[in-house]
């Protein structure tokens, strides 16, 4: 039997937010097991180590709080990174850093082929320089993906939109602005807010968001820590209540790989700086882990 590769790739960014200590999730997640734990399901691990990022109090403070071309650079070395992790056959474990790094990830992993995205955030990350009260560009991304914001991040990689909006998946959203919320309920993506969750269960949008993403051979999860309740997991620069629970952020972890297409994740926005006793990435390790196949029985 060959066992399947997983590759993992830091990426220390914190250009994209204002909270700083965000660059040392990466270390945090690695501190957590997440190697060991994923070798003890059979897979084989490589950890290529962190992607440059500029040191933020070497760079001169931006005008809105926007490190764009910084961000442009280190989200083309991702980009390459993730393409050739994809052509090489792992499966990228992207660590983050804020969630600005998806502009890389998803862009690369999409290079060659088609991917499905779930998107599980508390926010909606679909803002633009036009609609964002804060210039965060971690509250873009998925914009940016979509082929809306600035032109330098929408062509990293290659010209134009990385996603087809049906091909897109947010849940556990529960945090929009006023601008965004209208982009997304016009961007033709699928949204499960936390009332569908609390409506319906996590169980059945799990499974409606699988099969969703079935014509797709592929499904990259873009894991936001703060789409749990900051009750739960507490290192997050952008904390908003009412969140997953544990034990529901667990089993929609484990519907995805009972689907076996998970073919890359990002796990991003743990901030150690804010944590307890690093409980917040080592939750964040229990759900990879689940994500790639872990069982109770």
Not at 24 to 53: C, E, H, T, W
Not at 69 to 75: A, G, N, Q, S
Not at 150 to 172: A, M, T
């Amino acid at each position: 039997m060959v066992q399947k590769k997983i590759q993992i790739i830091g990426i220390p960014m914190d250009l994209g937010q204002m909270h700083r200590g965000v660059c040392m999730g990466p270390g945090a997640v690695r501190y957590s097991g997440l190697s060991r734990k994923l070798r003890n399901l059979g897979f084989q691990v490589s950890d290529i180590g962190d992607i440059q990022v500029p040191v933020r109090n070497a760079l001169p403070e931006p005008c809105n709080n926007r490190f764009v071309t910084e961000i442009r650079r280190t989200c083309t070395l991702v980009y390459n990174a993730a393409r050739k992790a994809i052509e090489e056959g792992c499966i990228p474990i992207f660590l983050g850093g804020d969630h600005s790094i998806s502009i890389g990830t998803i862009g690369g992993i999409t290079h060659n082929v088609e991917s499905g995205v779930i998107w599980i955030d508390a926010h909606g990350d679909f803002n633009t320089p036009q609609t964002s009260a804060t210039g965060n560009i971690h509250g873009m991304p998925l914009a940016v993906l979509l082929g809306h914001g600035f032109p330098e991040l929408v062509n990293i990689g290659r010209p134009g939109s990385k996603l087809k909006p049906e091909n897109v998946i947010i849940i556990g959203v529960r945090n929009l602005d006023p601008e965004e919320r209208i982009l997304l309920k016009n961007s033709g993506i699928k949204i499960f807010t936390m009332r569908d969750i609390d409506e319906h269960g996590i169980n059945n949008i799990a499974h409606v968001a699988v099969a969703k993403l079935k014509h797709l051979s592929s499904i990259h999860v873009s894991f936001d820590i703060d789409s749990i309740d900051p009750m739960t997991a507490p290192g997050v620069g952008t904390p908003a209540l009412g969140g997953l629970t544990y034990r529901e952020a667990h089993l929609l972890m484990e519907i995805i790989a009972d689907s076996q297409s998970l073919s890359s994740i990002d796990i991003v926005e743990i901030n150690p700086m804010l944590d307890h006793k690093n409980q917040t990435a080592l939750i964040a390790v229990d759900l990879a882990v689940s994500a790639f196949g872990k069982r109770i029985l």
